[in-house]
């Protein structure tokens, strides 16, 4: 039997995310990626550390694991990756986030591996401003991809635009829309310090997402609440006679860090109890230990036990940015 691992503000975490590079085959303004076509990074971790990482994890409880980057198709593993979450350790929950560009063809492994789920991130509706959005992303591949994960019955699917003012504000509204035929989840997130902006130009930048629900609202009227599991980070909402549901996450204006679940795996195997705080603990030398299982299970207590209360939304400068920790 697995005990929970709890963290000193009485939290249990049971989410854990995995970035598994650091590479990207996008270059979105918010984030940093390391640019396709270099090689995997030193230090990356291998499936092996996936492995012992799972493993560790479920004697601690964890019951949902969601494999991200970079971008998590650019590992060939990841199928590897996912079968030994879902169908050796048995894992509830085994989700990717991903920008779905290289989906439709990785689906069918990803599915055979036990993939539960995947959420996308889509930035832009339009084509135009889907390339300036990601510097030069194709949508249609993604268009693609988001189908093909419908088609497999990996519902809802859940698209995920970050909202940066100048860049996809006028997406709002185009994004809303694509909920207006389809059951698909739209989710309007906060731009978050994290890719250490110069402060006054990322509050130029910052749209709080009560002004994304009032814009759409003007444009396509009021938007009512869906009941939502208060711990969810995204509050839930729909257009009349509308399919689907609008999410607004807003991590900056309204924190959740009271209903935390989460621990990150950097993709350099270091634990990360919080998103907005630098504080890490190195797992490298209990993963490569003679008895690695005992090694890991102390690295992620030690990790829990630091977890802060809240972490820093307002503009710090970070030792690391978004791509690396895994999104
Ligand atoms: N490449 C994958 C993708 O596109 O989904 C996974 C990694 S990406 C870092 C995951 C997500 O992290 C982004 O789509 C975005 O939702 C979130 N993210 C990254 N930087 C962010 C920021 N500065 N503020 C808010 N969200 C951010």
Known sequence: MSKPLVDQHGRVVRDLRLSVTPRCNYACFYCDPLREGAKEPVGTISVEDVDIILRAAVELGIESVRFTGGEPLLRKELPEMVRLAKRVY????????TNASLLARRLPDLLDAGLDRINVSLDAAEADAFREATGGGTIEQVWEGIHAAEDAGLTPIKLNAVVVRGINDDQLVPLAELTRERPWHVRFIEYMHLNNAEPGAYQERFVSGAESRDRIETLLGPLEPVPTDPSAPARLYWAEGFQGALGFIDPVSNPFCGACSRMRVTSDARLRPCLLTDREYPMRE???????LPAVIDAFLVAAHRKVASGITTPVTRDRTMVAIGG
């Open 90 to 97: 048995g894992i509830e929950d085994v989700a990717i986030t």
């Open 286 to 292: 209990g993963l490569d230990a003679a008895d690695p």
